[in-house]
């Protein structure tokens, strides 16, 4: 679905994208020097290994559960929760089951 197709209508997050076997699926929903937002959908046992990123990142579960380590400790985050995945901190993510989350980052850095 194209960006234009988003704007000024109400949309259920979780049909905007689509799961795939063994794969993990992304589309950019805003895309701005200041920050982006990013439906992904994981197929069960898909994740993203450990990482840092340069910014805070807020990860809202759409659908499913994920297992988020963040620094070493593993958390367990379902549909409708969401988790802050701080700045230069490594974390990662595993599908315990399929999910789809959004991925909200700003790129600002505190001053």
Same mark, same amino acid.
């Given at each position: 679905?194209?960006?234009n197709?988003?704007?000024?209508k ?9 799961? /795939? ?12 020097d200041?920050?982006?937002?990013? #439906? ?5 046992? /898909? ?28 958390s #367990? ?7 802050? *995945?701080?700045?230069?901190?490594p974390?990662? #993510?595993?599908?315990? /089951?399929?999910?789809? *989350?959004?991925?909200? *980052?700003? !790129?600002s !850095?505190? !001053?």
């Amino acid at each position: 679905m194209s960006k234009n197709k988003l704007l000024a209508k109400a949309l259920v997050l979780a049909d905007l994208l689509k799961y /795939q076997a063994d794969a993990i699926v992304s589309q950019e929903i805003v895309k701005k020097d200041t920050g982006t937002v990013t #439906l992904f959908a994981f197929d069960k046992g /898909q994740g993203l290994s450990e990482h840092t990123a340069p910014f805070d990142a807020l990860v809202y579960i759409a659908d499913g559960r994920a297992e988020v380590k963040i620094y070493g400790k593993s958390s #367990l985050v379902k549909k409708g929760e969401m988790i802050i *995945m701080p700045a230069n901190k490594p974390h990662a #993510l595993k599908a315990v /089951q399929k999910f789809k *989350m959004l991925l909200i *980052m700003i !790129r600002s !850095r505190e !001053r």
